[in-house]
């Protein structure tokens, strides 16, 4: 449990996959201190508990783009695609995983997606706020910005002169 608590220890575990945010299903094996097949295992038999938007399985293009993005494959030889749960997938493990390390597993991986929403939430509220300023002294400024893009044209160089005596050759 001990970089579990740390919030990097998930969040920087939680994709976005099809407009989602998810854990995929070896990673949370890993947090919950079990084999990815034991999870898996839990998952199908409980099937009527997790739809599809709980827990879907990866498509091999999503694969592809997935190992592109971590470059390195994070888990291994699998024959099957993993499996992505979104937060309420998760949610729904706490009922399916009984153990005490899986209850506060689930309770940290809850407040790291509140963290992120409260993160993006934020990113929002910043790129509004900047919108707004910069309609309200877009006049104001106009002339100043004009002068920068003056500045930063390039300079046309002027025409040059030759200097020095030029020979005039005489026909003989």
Not at 12 to 23: D, E, F, G, M, S
Not at 82 to 88: G, L, M, V
Not at 107 to 132: C, D, G, N, T, Y
Not at 133 to 150: C, G, H, N, P
């Amino acid at each position: 449990m001990n970089d579990i608590s740390l919030p990097e220890g998930i969040e920087n575990r939680i994709y976005l996959i099809r407009n989602q945010k998810v854990l995929l299903d070896a990673d949370l094996a890993g947090l919950y201190g079990v084999q990815t097949k034991v999870l898996i295992q839990a998952v199908k038999r409980n099937g009527s508990r997790f739809p599809i938007d709980f827990c879907f399985q990866l498509s091999d293009q999503e694969v592809a783009i997935l190992r592109s993005q971590i470059v390195t494959s994070s888990w291994g030889g699998r024959r099957l695609p993993p499996y992505a749960f979104t937060e309420q997938g998760v949610a729904m493990l706490s009922s399916v995983l009984r153990s005490e390390q899986a209850v506060e597993v689930n309770i940290e991986i809850m407040r790291a997606f509140v963290r992120l929403r409260k993160l993006l939430l934020s990113h929002q509220e910043l790129a509004q706020k900047l919108m707004k300023l910069e309609q309200k002294y877009d006049s104001q400024f106009k002339t100043v910005f004009e002068a920068i893009r003056q500045i930063m044209e390039p300079d046309v160089p002027p025409t040059k002169r030759q200097i020095g005596f030029v020979r005039v050759e005489t026909k003989k």
